[in-house]
């Protein structure tokens, strides 16, 4: 299969405009702030997934586990042609499928339905053996967590079989915006480290450096790329 590029008229720069389409309470704004770089690189530079592949089995499966404060997410969809611009000023409104937590029902593109913390690392865990087990060993698996997730047991337990049983082709971006309640003892990466993972640590807005963070081969197991932004307010 083919897997196509995006081209559209619309660049990086355009994020800002398009996010501010989105209004309304309840928008979450430095949970997508944290996450605009980060995305825009995936979506531009490393996810082998297009709009004309949407549905294809080899294309790669990219879960938005911080899902409260999609703006970003949103954003770079419309960017890379998922769906219109025009759908972006209903976000949050009642007959928009753009809801304030991403419904994969609902919007093109999107994986998996997301928002509560804790979720998106175990199902990005299962998604990657179930492809596995199909034998579709091409396929990339990337999940966005934040750094405060890591206070939901849930995401170590994930970790630590990911680890355990040389999840290849599993990558986990956390966004480190300094809002976690619990601290880490040397740090995010050497949580991932102690069980098994590769990991790179790089500056969350510099694009080359999140790319190469992103691409580093990690033969035999799991990889995961903590992405330092500015401290939450």
Known sequence: ???????TAYGYGDLPRLMSLMTGDEKHGPAATSTLDVLWVLY???????????????????????????????????????????????????DSPLGHHPDRVLVPGAEISSGSLGHGLPLAVGSALGLRAQGLSEVAVWVLIGDAELDEGSNHEAIAYAGAIGLERLHTVVVDNAS?????PGGIAARFEAAGWSTATVDGRDHQALYEGCTTPHPGRPHAVVAQVEAKD
């Not at 299969?1 to 081209?7: G, N, S």
């Open 180 to 184: 976690a309640t619990h601290g880490r």
């Open 1 to 7: 299969m083919t897997f196509t590029d995006v081209h």
């Open 44 to 94: 531009d530079r490393v996810l082998r997934v297009s709009p004309e592949v949407v549905d294809a089995p080899e294309r790669d499966r990219f879960l938005l586990s911080k899902g409260h404060g999609p703006m970003a997410y949103y954003a770079v969809l419309a960017a890379k042609g998922f769906f219109p611009e025009s759908l972006l000023p209903g976000f949050g409104a009642y």
